[in-house]
């Protein structure tokens, strides 16, 4: 069964760095696509940033383009999210999720329980 588990969740200053983790099980790591997502409370999921399963190609929403970092181990079977030069907002829930494919097919099909981020002084 697929299992998915966010870490490295906190509060952090703005304008400081953190480094989330997603330890995947349970299906072939290195096949698939995955993906960061968020959702702030109230708000709907908001896709962050991509990456193909060899991790050759990545995509990332305009609002963190040259502030986060998507990475991945396939060895390790985990997924990163490297996040630098974060702003004051409103906490928000980051969860890993596993594509359909090993491109971008669009869609998700599971996800971590979620690791909150909170940016405040």
């Known amino acids: 069964q697929v299992q998915l588990v966010e870490s490295g969740g906190g509060l952090v200053q703005p304008g400081g760095s953190l480094r989330l983790s997603c330890a995947a099980s349970?299906?072939?790591?290195?096949?698939?696509?995955m993906s960061w997502v968020r959702q702030a409370p109230g708000k709907g999921l908001e896709w962050v940033s991509d990456m193909n399963s060899g991790g050759g190609s990545t995509y990332y929403v305009d609002s963190v383009k040259g502030r986060f970092t998507i990475s991945r181990d396939n060895a390790k079977n985990t997924l990163y999210l490297q996040m630098h030069s974060l702003n004051p907002e409103a906490p928000a829930v980051f969860y890993c999720?596993?594509?359909?494919?090993?491109?971008?097919?669009?869609?998700?099909?599971?996800w971590g329980q979620g690791t909150q981020v909170t940016v405040s002084s």
């Open positions: 349970g299906f072939t790591f290195s096949s698939y696509t």
């Open positions: 999720a596993k594509g359909r494919g090993s491109w971008f097919e669009g869609g998700f099909d599971s």
